[in-house]
């Protein structure tokens, strides 16, 4: 069964505490719990992960192959505005991807404007709360489906 991978970056696991006037009031299990059944629903299995080390975040993303991982919905955390390893590591599996973030990062400090992964990603979501993701979700799963309803038959 193909995999959709929800990987957070760092601090996402104080969701709920952390600035609720830019991240809102759901925790990261909440959002997790919610994305699952969301996925699950539509035959797909989600796997979730959330890291603050830059690195393990890497060998989750070299994962991908072997835990058959068809899509990555990504919030990269304040590795958006800085990290080349992440980015290389998603050009390097070379797998759709969506950027995920839950504040409108074009509202906030000039900063939080760079990214290193919205020109390689396949859409960005930014600035509806714990919603940024489920629409993220969505777009995976759609994506997913009509990859599957044009493989040729007799191939999965
Ligand atoms: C964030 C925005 C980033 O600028 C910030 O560093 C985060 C969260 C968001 O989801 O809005 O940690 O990615």
Redesign the pocket.
Same mark, same amino acid.
């Given at each position: 069964m193909t995999a959709i991978l929800v990987l957070h970056? &760092?601090?996402?696991n104080l969701l709920g505490d952390r600035e609720p006037q830019?991240?809102g009031h759901c925790t990261l299990a909440e959002i997790d719990g919610a994305l699952t059944d969301l996925g699950a629903a539509a035959g797909y299995r989600v796997i979730t992960h959330q890291s603050n080390a830059e690195h393990e975040l890497v060998d989750t993303i070299q994962r991908c192959e072997a835990d058959a991982v068809g899509f990555i919905v990504l919030? &990269?955390?304040?590795f958006?505005?800085t990290s080349v390893a992440l980015r290389d590591a998603l050009a390097a599996v070379d797998l759709p991807f969506i950027e995920?973030?839950?504040?409108n990062?074009h509202r =906030?400090e000039p900063f =939080?404007t760079k990214s290193y992964f919205s020109d390689i990603a396949l859409g960005v979501i930014?600035g509806f709360g714990a919603q940024s993701y489920e629409l993220a979700m969505q777009a995976a799963i759609h994506y997913l489906d009509e990859q599957d309803s044009e493989a040729p038959r007799g191939h999965s």
């Open positions: 970056g &760092p601090n996402l830019h991240y919030n &990269p955390a304040a958006t505005h995920v973030h839950l504040s990062v =906030r =939080r930014s």
